[in-house]
């Protein structure tokens, strides 16, 4: 059976932080791993990654796969109370797009 | 600049009703699906279609019906709505095929769907 894991479920930080978060999997046909923020409505794209251990970076985001060991992590430097969110992982194979429970970020000032 | 369209954005149900949920996308988009997400569950995979004509059921199916007319449309039918299916329900699409580079998928901006 296909499966996303996130960890951690929940995560509280202060601003300034950095935090990591994790995404491993077991996915038949792999594609594509997908970061996504979801704060009050529709989830909304971060990074897609297709190759191990080339990171991408969005400012203060940036996320790196592993094809070898299954995983991707997340990371968010120097974190701002607009990063609080879920983050969800999902692995994107040739006919859906898996997801993990998502991590929930909160940021306090 | 519309994407992924969904429709309403808000239903209060009674139990037993049944309602469509619609879902448009301008992009050409073969691949279109549905999701619910409840608390702690992330998005769960209820059907999908790969065109016209083709669908498939996903991780829930059950109590949902899809069909696939047009490539612009795919629309979610509860055939009698239960409190389980209270949720919020969103529509995704991605374009499709073995030359498609682009695995990334446009999500509408979700339906929250109450049964009482």
């Known amino acids: 059976e296909d499966k996303v894991v996130q960890s951690p479920l929940s995560l509280v930080v202060h601003e300034g932080d950095t935090v990591t978060l994790n995404c491993s999997y077991e996915?038949?046909?792999?594609?594509?791993l997908l970061w996504y923020k979801q704060e009050k409505k529709a989830p909304t794209f971060l990074f897609m990654l297709?190759?191990?251990?080339i990171e991408k970076k969005s400012g203060r985001l940036s996320s790196i796969l592993d094809k070898k060991e299954l995983f991707s992590i997340l990371n968010i430097t120097a974190t701002q109370t607009g990063d609080s969110a879920v983050y969800l992982c999902?692995?994107?194979?040739?006919?859906?797009?898996?997801f993990g429970t998502g991590t929930r970020l909160q940021v306090f000032p | 600049n519309a994407g992924v369209t969904q429709t309403p954005k808000f239903q209060v149900l009674k139990t037993g009703q049944s309602m469509t949920l619609q879902c448009a996308q301008d992009?050409?988009?073969?691949?279109m699906s549905w999701y619910r997400q409840d608390p702690g569950m992330g998005l769960r995979l209820i059907h999908y279609?790969?065109?016209?004509?083709i669908t498939d059921q996903g991780e829930v199916p059950n109590g949902y019906n899809v069909s696939r007319s047009t490539t612009e449309d795919f629309p979610l039918r509860l055939l009698s709505a239960a409190p389980s299916q209270t949720s919020v329900y969103f529509c995704?699409?991605?374009?499709w095929g073995e030359g498609s580079r682009n695995y990334g998928y446009t999500f509408g901006s979700g339906t929250r769907l109450t049964v009482v």
């Open positions: 995704a699409s991605r374009s």
């Open positions: 996915v038949t046909n792999f594609r594509s």
């Open positions: 297709t190759s191990s251990g």
């Open positions: 999902a692995v994107g194979n040739t006919d859906k797009l898996i």
């Open positions: 992009m050409n988009h073969e691949y």
């Open positions: 279609s790969v065109g016209a004509g």
